[in-house]
């Protein structure tokens, strides 16, 4: 790569798990480069739906690993959930898969 060529930026990537007995879900994997590259494929592996928010991910890799998400992402979270469980109900019936939710976050909730 020449010194003028441009850098493509590192990929980020974070995955989250809920679990129905946790009051938020967690943090179980981030990474950049590389480990995004890994856990990007794994979750491609095993079906798990993927979105893409730099934004999101951004505040997300601020979070410790086994954290839990903050109060301030809870209502962006619990509306990508909600996309994931249209999606497997629509491949499950054979629907059109729900367009992905908005996932900014509103200047008012940083």
Known sequence: MTADAPRKPLQQAVALAYDSGLPAPKVVAKGRGLVAEQIIHVAQEAGVAIHESRELVSLLMDIDL???IPPMLYRTIA???AWLY???AAQKSG???P???DTSIPLTEI
């Open 79 to 81: 509306e990508l959930l």
């Open 95 to 97: 629907s059109p898969l």
């Open 66 to 68: 086994d954290q839990q």
């Open 99 to 101: 367009p992905a939710p």
């Open 86 to 88: 249209h999606i497997e």
